[in-house]
Structure formats: structure tokens, C-alpha cells
């Protein structure tokens, strides 16, 4: 058990840090009117309640032992050493935050960054497992990924056995991650596909012989006003990451800010082309997804790219998840009705691997920085999707995560709440003819 | 298969981790964690098989 490096931070910075931190809920709604707004009519409560149960069940379990795995700079941590390098694995404070005195110091920015975090995180299998997945399961299943998947893998990236990757073996500056591509975005994405795989399919979404059918979403205004608001809480996300995990000055919170939006509209406007190129017309809700891979991928090397690259970064995002929504749900039969998994998994993937690339530290040579964001990638795939799976795996065991065919028939809202979004429409139940 | 896949994905992870503890040199540990990530390339093929073929671990 060892202390690591210590945090100073002048008044100003902290309170800047602060305003950075309060814009992050709106992410957080953002996320959740998209999930809502790619669901069927009659899950829509639902989906808002339980965007509303996730972000409350991940503040909690934060709070209980998330923050003390996590740890922060100057807290205490386990360490292993191996080959003479020290591996700092996890934190190990006290729980319920009795460490820490929350009094705007930066281990305390630091806990309240990480409890918002944590429910942006919670809110991406939401979008995956939309209309069929149960209530209980999506409380359990959140306060296994707040309380310990998101923390020990937080911990690795920001002060931890990858973040130290530089020091210890020469790879660049360690792995990068400004704003939580990896830890947010892509950890959220891998659950969600995990979700995806343990709930299956929704009923009528496949036909016998394995065709997927169209199940649009049902509104289109909030998916795209939910995209307006995640870029404000993406802007204070990316500038309290920027400022808290990279001991920036707050000042690049502009170029943080630009690089975001650069991100999030060559993310949009690539889906836009790209989907009116191949269909005719642009899809509202393909360019919408497209915005949240842009936003995902700039998270990673927001504050150390001009904007220029920004832009190449986003054209990318935009063109992967356009064509891995595609290729994940009629080729590898994942219903996944947010586009959760390639839009913040593989978004922040690709948002990673670039920074390896296109990342420069002032005053530092770059040299091997591509194979630091591959080790971490590469224990995103081999480490945090078989730990995220294999937990919500035991936990369909014990509790069913699925909600009975009847569920699914009368719609989330009825089955779950007892009332509906809008009790004036008539439900139809056509689609279950197939299967 | 879905479990040999999750396996295989773990295997490539601990051998990335493996090139980092034990070997020196810039070009053996960049081609060993390139192995380790072919490795779990191939666990994920095996893992999205799996699961289009319906079978659980």
C-alpha cells in the first residue's frame, strides 16, 4: 500500500472545476431522452424512470465503496510490483467518503466528478436493453458496474498501473483519457453489449429465419433535442476531466470545448451524408448516434489535438457507428435499440486509438504513445467485457433480467409502472405476429 | 464456445500484460501485445459466433 502523487489546485481552478462538473447531469438527461426517444411509445415512463433509478443506484453505490476503489491522487492504494515497476490496481480508502473533506479540494472534485460519471456510465446499457429489460435487474445490475467494474478500471486509467505505463515502461505518456472515453464510454458500451447478449433479442425484432424488422423509434424530437443536451454535459465532462485528471490549466477548457463540438458535428454531419448517400435521405436517428460516437470519441484526446484533427477524429466516429449499428444488427443479430454499443463503445474505442495517433503532450516526445491506448484497449476487450458480462451473466442466474413475453406485449410502462406515457394511444401488437 | 471465447479473450490480455512485466525490448513488446491482441481478437470472433448460434456458457 502506497500513497501516490499529490494534487494541487489554485481557487480559481477549483471553482471553475465545479461549474465544469454541475453541467455533466446534463449529459446525463441527454442520454436519457435519447434511450427514451429510440424506444418503443409504450416503454417511454419507463425508460425515463429508469434512466431516474440508475443514476440514483450509481450515486449510492459510489458512495458506499465505489469512490474508496477508485481512489484519487495523494489517497492510499495497493500496488504490486512486478519486474521492479510498481502496478498500482486499486484504491483502498475508507468507504462512504470518510477520507475525504468535501470542501472543493481536488480529491473531493474528484468524487463528485466520479458520482456523475458513474451515472452517465449507468445510463448507456439502458439504451441496449430498452423495452424488455426488468427494473430489478437494471438496479443490481448498476450497482455491480458503479460499485465495481467502473471504480477498478477508473482507478487503472487515472493514476493507476495504465496511467503509469509511461513512467514504468516508456509507452508515450501512459495511456491518455481526458474525459472518460474509456472508462465512461466504452466500459458503458461493453456492458451494453453484454446486456444486449444476456436479454436476447426483442420479441418480434427477428423473424424465424433470423431477418431483423424495422422497430423505429418513437420520437424523433427527443432524440435529437436529448443530442443538444449532451453536448453541454459532454463540454463539462471533457474541461473537469481536462483540468482534474490531466493537471490542465483551466484556460484549455476552450480548446477542450471546441474539440468536443468539432467532434460531436463531424460525428452528425458524416452520418447525415453517409446515411443519405445509401438510403436517400438522411436518418434522424443514425445522425443522432453518430453526434453521441463523436462526443464519445472526443473524450479521449480532447485536450491534446487541435481542432483540425478533432474533426478527422469525429469523421470517422461518424462513419463507424453508421455502419457498425448496421453490421451489428443484421449481422451479428444484436438488438440493440439505442445504438448504445457502437456509438459510445465503439465511438470511444476508435476516440482511443486515435489519440495514440494524433496525440501531442507539449514539451514531451510521443514516441510508443499507440501502444500505451492499445494496452488499454486491449484490457477493455480482455479484461472489462468478460467481467461485465460475466457478472450480469450470474446475476440473469439468480434474477432474471428479462421481463415475461406479457411484459413485452403490454409495453414496459404497464407491465413495470401501471401507467403509460401516453394513455391516450391505442397499443398495437402486430410486430409479436412473427415470433 | 461462448465460454472458450471469453477465455481466449482473458488469455490475450494476460499476455499484453505478460509483454509489458517480462520483456525489454521496444520491438518483442510491441509484436507480443500485438499476439495478445490477435488473441482476443479471435476470442471475440468465437464470443459473437456463440451467441448467433444461440448457445450460453
Same mark, same amino acid.
Given at each position: 500500500?502506497?500513497?501516490?502523487?499529490?494534487?494541487?489546485?489554485?481557487?480559481?481552478?477549483?471553482?471553475?472545476?465545479?461549474?465544469?462538473?454541475?453541467?455533466?447531469?446534463?449529459?446525463?438527461?441527454? %442520454?436519457?431522452?435519447?434511450?427514451?426517444?429510440?424506444?418503443?411509445?409504450?416503454?417511454?415512463?419507463?425508460?425515463?424512470?429508469?434512466?431516474?433509478?440508475?443514476?440514483?443506484?450509481?450515486?449510492?453505490?459510489?458512495?458506499?465503496?465505489?469512490?474508496?476503489?477508485?481512489?484519487?491522487?495523494?489517497?492510499?492504494?495497493?500496488?504490486?510490483?512486478?519486474?521492479?515497476?510498481?502496478?498500482?490496481?486499486?484504491?483502498?480508502?475508507?468507504?462512504?467518503?470518510?477520507?475525504?473533506?468535501?470542501?472543493?479540494?481536488?480529491?473531493? %472534485?474528484?468524487? %463528485?466528478?466520479?458520482?456523475?460519471?458513474?451515472?452517465?456510465?449507468?445510463?448507456?446499457?439502458?439504451?441496449?436493453?430498452?423495452?424488455?429489460?426488468?427494473?430489478?435487474?437494471?438496479?443490481?445490475?448498476?450497482?455491480? /458496474?458503479?460499485?465495481?467494474?467502473?471504480?477498478?478500471?477508473?482507478?487503472?486509467? !487515472?493514476?493507476? +498501473?495504465?496511467?503509469?505505463?509511461?513512467?514504468?515502461?516508456?509507452?508515450?505518456? @501512459?495511456?491518455?483519457?481526458?474525459?472518460? &472515453?474509456?472508462?465512461?464510454?466504452?466500459?458503458?458500451? %461493453?456492458? #451494453?453489449?453484454?446486456?444486449? !447478449?444476456?436479454?436476447?433479442?426483442?420479441?418480434?425484432?427477428?423473424?424465424?429465419? @433470423?431477418?431483423?424488422?424495422?422497430?423505429?423509434?418513437?420520437?424523433?424530437?427527443?432524440?435529437?433535442?436529448?443530442?443538444?443536451?449532451?453536448?453541454?454535459? +459532454?463540454?463539462?465532462?471533457?474541461?473537469?476531466?481536462? *483540468?482534474?485528471?490531466?493537471? #490542465?490549466?483551466?484556460?484549455?477548457?476552450?480548446?477542450?470545448?471546441?474539440?468536443?463540438?468539432?467532434?460531436?458535428?463531424?460525428?452528425?454531419?458524416?452520418?447525415?451524408?453517409?446515411?443519405?448517400?445509401?438510403?436517400?435521405?438522411?436518418?434522424?436517428?443514425?445522425?443522432?448516434?453518430? !453526434?453521441?460516437?463523436?462526443?464519445? #470519441?472526443?473524450?479521449?484526446?480532447? /485536450?491534446?489535438?487541435?481542432?483540425?484533427? #478533432?474533426?478527422?477524429? @469525429?469523421?470517422?466516429?461518424?462513419?463507424?457507428?453508421?455502419?457498425?449499428?448496421? !453490421?451489428?444488427?443484421?449481422?451479428?443479430?444484436?438488438?440493440?435499440?439505442?445504438?448504445?454499443?457502437?456509438?459510445?463503445?465503439?465511438?470511444?474505442?476508435?476516440?482511443?486509438?486515435?489519440?495514440?495517433?494524433?496525440?501531442?503532450?507539449?514539451?514531451?516526445?510521443?514516441?510508443?504513445?499507440?501502444?500505451?491506448?492499445?494496452?488499454?484497449?486491449?484490457?477493455?476487450?480482455?479484461?472489462? /467485457?468478460?467481467?461485465?458480462?460475466?457478472?450480469?451473466?450470474?446475476?440473469?442466474?439468480?434474477?432474471?433480467?428479462?421481463?415475461?413475453?406479457?411484459?413485452?406485449?403490454?409495453?414496459?410502462?404497464?407491465?413495470?409502472?401501471?401507467?403509460?406515457?401516453?394513455?391516450?394511444?391505442?397499443?398495437?401488437?402486430?410486430?409479436?405476429? @412473427?415470433? | 464456445?461462448?465460454?472458450?471465447?471469453?477465455?481466449?479473450? *482473458?488469455?490475450? +490480455?494476460?499476455?499484453?500484460?505478460?509483454?509489458? &512485466?517480462?520483456?525489454?525490448?521496444?520491438?518483442?513488446?510491441?509484436?507480443?501485445?500485438?499476439?495478445?491482441?490477435?488473441?482476443?481478437?479471435?476470442?471475440?470472433?468465437?464470443?459473437?459466433?456463440?451467441?448467433?448460434?444461440?448457445?450460453?456458457?
Amino acid at each position: 500500500m502506497m500513497p501516490v502523487r499529490t494534487m494541487l489546485m489554485s481557487d480559481a481552478a477549483s471553482g471553475l472545476c465545479l461549474v465544469f462538473i454541475l453541467l455533466v447531469p446534463l449529459a446525463a438527461a441527454g %442520454l436519457a431522452l435519447i434511450n427514451t426517444g429510440l424506444g418503443r411509445s409504450r416503454s417511454a415512463a419507463y425508460a425515463m424512470f429508469s434512466s431516474l433509478c440508475a443514476v440514483s443506484v450509481a450515486a449510492l453505490a459510489y458512495l458506499v465503496c465505489g469512490f474508496a476503489w477508485q481512489g484519487y491522487a495523494g489517497g492510499v492504494e495497493h500496488s504490486l510490483i512486478l519486474g521492479s515497476k510498481h502496478w498500482s490496481w486499486i484504491g483502498t480508502g475508507p468507504f462512504f467518503l470518510r477520507h475525504v473533506t468535501l470542501d472543493g479540494s481536488p480529491p473531493s %472534485l474528484v468524487a %463528485l466528478l466520479g458520482i456523475v460519471s458513474v451515472g452517465l456510465a449507468a445510463l448507456i446499457p439502458l439504451g441496449s436493453g430498452a423495452d424488455r429489460w426488468k427494473l430489478s435487474g437494471i438496479c443490481i445490475s448498476t450497482a455491480l /458496474l458503479a460499485g465495481w467494474t467502473y471504480p477498478l478500471f477508473a482507478h487503472w486509467v !487515472w493514476g493507476g +498501473w495504465l496511467a503509469q505505463l509511461g513512467a514504468n515502461y516508456g509507452l508515450g505518456q @501512459g495511456f491518455l483519457d481526458t474525459g472518460g &472515453a474509456s472508462t465512461i464510454q466504452v466500459v458503458g458500451g %461493453l456492458t #451494453a453489449l453484454a446486456i444486449a !447478449w444476456i436479454l436476447g433479442a426483442r420479441r418480434g425484432k427477428y423473424s424465424t429465419e @433470423g431477418m431483423p424488422s424495422a422497430i423505429p423509434g418513437h420520437n424523433s424530437v427527443f432524440v435529437l433535442f436529448g443530442c443538444m443536451l449532451t453536448l453541454v454535459g +459532454w463540454w463539462g465532462l471533457n474541461a473537469a476531466g481536462a *483540468v482534474l485528471y490531466q493537471g #490542465a490549466e483551466p484556460g484549455a477548457a476552450v480548446l477542450v470545448a471546441l474539440n468536443t463540438f468539432f467532434c460531436a458535428v463531424a460525428g452528425a454531419m458524416t452520418a447525415a451524408v453517409v446515411t443519405h448517400t445509401r438510403f436517400g435521405k438522411p436518418d434522424a436517428s443514425l445522425t443522432a448516434n453518430g !453526434w453521441v460516437g463523436g462526443l464519445a #470519441a472526443s473524450s479521449a484526446a480532447c /485536450l491534446f489535438v487541435r481542432p483540425p484533427a #478533432a474533426v478527422a477524429i @469525429g469523421l470517422v466516429a461518424g462513419i463507424l457507428v453508421v455502419f457498425s449499428v448496421e !453490421w451489428l444488427e443484421l449481422r451479428l443479430s444484436v438488438d440493440d435499440p439505442g445504438g448504445a454499443v457502437s456509438a459510445h463503445a465503439i465511438g470511444g474505442m476508435w476516440g482511443l486509438i486515435s489519440a495514440g495517433f494524433l496525440a501531442h503532450v507539449p514539451g514531451t516526445t510521443d514516441s510508443q504513445q499507440w501502444l500505451a491506448q492499445l494496452v488499454g484497449v486491449a484490457t477493455l476487450v480482455g479484461f472489462v /467485457l468478460p467481467l461485465t458480462y460475466g457478472l450480469n451473466w450470474l446475476l440473469d442466474r439468480f434474477q432474471p433480467q428479462r421481463v415475461p413475453p406479457q411484459g413485452e406485449r403490454e409495453g414496459m410502462d404497464m407491465h413495470e409502472l401501471g401507467a403509460g406515457a401516453y394513455p391516450e394511444l391505442v397499443t398495437h401488437g402486430e410486430e409479436f405476429s @412473427g415470433r | 464456445m461462448k465460454l472458450l471465447g471469453f477465455l481466449l479473450l *482473458v488469455a490475450g +490480455w494476460l499476455i499484453v500484460l505478460s509483454a509489458l &512485466a517480462l520483456l525489454g525490448g521496444a520491438g518483442p513488446q510491441a509484436a507480443f501485445i500485438l499476439a495478445g491482441v490477435g488473441v482476443e481478437v479471435l476470442g471475440l470472433v468465437i464470443v459473437v459466433r456463440a451467441h448467433m448460434t444461440g448457445e450460453h456458457p
